[in-house]
């Protein structure tokens, strides 16, 4: 897939208010700081579609883009960030779960999962509501170029096997690096498959 043009559509925290028009969608989340924002915009090859902040936690609101006039990119608010208050957290929850449950364009989410860490229980729970509640989803592991090979692969097998504790078989998986490109083709190949598998459904 060949990215035309990428556009801001708008901002909002009520899924109602959401676009209207019945295009494929595809959701980004994970934990704060995970570099979705920088993830977003290698993807698109773009510098700043997506704001980049030093600060975890800056995305606060749905952020809807429109792809090639064919489908929808949905940058959502990370969870997990402490330092955001209790209040607000509890607010993103409840927002990002009326996304997840009403939203009906959403064809697939990408959950992203920093490979240098161990498996999170707030990364695992999260996925384990998307399996509860029937939304697919794609595990990507982000900042691949921050480890050797060696330890990378040690980290995506450690994960691996952690998901197969609660699942009979793996998400599909993408490895990414946003300094290098890393991933790009795969996951724009991907996304363009799902699109041309579920257009009758939009049609």
């Known amino acids: 897939m060949k990215i035309k043009s990428a556009q801001f559509i708008m901002s909002n925290s009520n899924v109602t208010k959401a676009p209207k028009e019945r295009l494929p ?5 994970g934990r ?30 749905i952020n809807h883009f429109i792809i090639n006039d064919s489908w929808f990119l949905v940058d959502l608010p990370g969870y997990g960030y402490a330092q955001i208050s209790k209040k607000k957290r509890t607010i993103f929850q409840y927002f990002i779960e009326n996304y997840f449950k009403e939203r009906e364009q959403l064809v697939c989410t990408f959950v992203l999962i920093d490979s ?7 990364d ?6 998307l399996g509860t509640n029937q939304i697919p989803f794609c595990l990507v592991f982000t900042k691949a170029d921050k480890l050797g090979s060696s330890k990378l692969n040690k980290q995506i097998s450690t ?5 197969l504790e609660h699942w009979e078989e793996l998400p599909t998986c993408f490895l ?9 083709k795969e996951f724009l190949e991907f996304i363009d498959g799902v699109n041309q598998d579920v257009a ?3 049609t």
Do not use: C, W
Not at 41 to 46: A, G, I, P
Not at 124 to 129: H, P, R, V
Not at 159 to 163: A, D, G, M, N, V
Not at 176 to 184: F, I, Q, V, Y
């Open 200 to 202: 009758k459904d939009f």
């Open 124 to 129: 695992i729970e999260f996925m384990q509501f």
């Open 25 to 29: 969608e595809y959701a980004f989340i």
């Open 159 to 163: 994960y691996k096997k952690k998901l």
């Open 176 to 184: 990414t690096s946003s300094s290098s490109g890393l991933g790009r």
């Open 116 to 122: 240098r860490h161990d498996p999170q229980k707030i």
């Open 32 to 61: 704060s700081n995970v570099g979705k924002s920088s993830l977003i915009n290698m993807l698109m090859e773009r510098k700043d579609l997506a704001k980049i902040s030093g600060k975890p936690g800056k995305t606060q609101l």
